[in-house]
């Protein structure tokens, strides 16, 4: 049977990732990753094929801006090197219908834009690659993977607010995120550590976006995120989980309306906000600035609540997981956040935090925590090839 291959597209407000794979009987195989950056203005493309550049970095220039060229000009691309059967793309929100990977259609476009309001930094963006092969490749699959989908598992209790049935019934209710890559963790700890993968494990999604998952049998029991992505730790520039009185006093007292006071939530907190300098972790760690520092202290402070809060979700802890950018690189938060759970049973092994090792804690450690880099676009390419392989 001929080869088939598909890309996986991972589309933010100004950037736009890529990968192709091919399907192989052991699973998807990357053969390219690349991607488009600056895609409003003047896009530049970059492209690794294996591990080697695929050609230097091309400026695509003005008259490629805006999804449409730039996919125009990205699937031409990709044909030159093999056939594309398929397209996989990283939705956000699915909202309270789709808790499963999707073959898009008309309406089901239309129902996800619809939730455009409950993730308003993302859907958009993520929608735009979607429409624009629609209109490029009427022809082409197009499967829709979601964030919320692997939190449709979370007990009841974890997926309710403590609202009257009406907003309920509305659609509020705590959907959570990044579950694409809480999917792959939960999927990729079978092989790190075989005997934890199905015990009680919290796992750390550390990156600009910020959240932490309690898993058990590999599945989601409860996570830190909501409604929308604005909720639970403090992020790079989202201020996470607030008290609603904050909200009515900037509306009412400071006379801030509805927009400035979600710039300021969404744009202008977290670690930007707290260290009035910056969201970048590797800039905060270097800056003698006492605000960075004390931005880093509460940001860890909220992971360290947070552990607690999930390990009681899941009646006690086996292990933990590390990942994304924050929870991959920087040792310095890893270590400050394990120093202050040694009470839950972690023993950090300083050595291998600093080296980044797989495992951080020591041999004597109660329980593990390992450092595991986290590849959504890899979760998305097994479900697309489970949806080819099927039909
Ligand atoms: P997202 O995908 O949510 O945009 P990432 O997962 O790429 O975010 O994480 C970005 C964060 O990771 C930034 O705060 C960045 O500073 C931090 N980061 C990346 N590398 C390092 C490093 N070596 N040390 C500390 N922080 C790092």
Known sequence: MEQQNFAVINAGSSSLKFSLFAATPAGPVRRIRGQIAEINSAP???ARIGTHSA???????????????????LLAWLEQHAQVHAAGHRVVHGGLHFSQPVVLNTAIIKELETLIPLAPLHQPHNLQPIHALARLHPGL??????????????????????????????GVRRYGFHGLSYEYIAMKLKEVDPALAPKRVVV??????????????????????????????PMGTRSGSLDPGVVFF?????????????????????LKGLSGLTHDMRLLEQSNDPQAHG?????????????????????GIDGAVFT?????????????????LQWLGFELDDQANATHATCITTRQSNIPAYVIPTDEDLMIAHHVQQILSSR
């Open 141 to 170: 699959m197009q499967v829709a993977c979601f964030d919320t989908a692997f939190h449709a598992s979370k007990r009841k209790e974890a997926q309710q607010f403590p609202l009257p049935a009406t907003l309920k019934d509305a």
């Open 324 to 340: 994304a950018g924050i929870g991959e690189n920087s040792s310095l938060v890893r270590g400050k956040i394990l120093k202050g």
């Open 204 to 233: 750390a999604h550390l990156g600009n976006g910020a959240s932490m998952c309690a898993l058990h049998q590999g599945k989601a029991v409860d996570s830190t995120m909501g409604l929308t992505a604005a909720d639970g730790l």
């Open 250 to 270: 900037m509306a009412r007292e400071m006379n801030m309306s509805l927009d400035t006071i979600e710039d300021i939530l969404y744009r202008q907190s977290g």
């Open 295 to 315: 931005a880093i202290d509460l940001f860890v402070y909220r992971i360290q609540q947070q552990f607690g809060a999930l390990s009681a979700s899941l009646g």
């Open 55 to 73: 050609e230097p970095d091309r400026l695509l220039g003005e008259s490629y801006s805006g999804h449409h060229r730039c996919l125009d000009f």
């Open 44 to 46: 530049i493309f970059s």
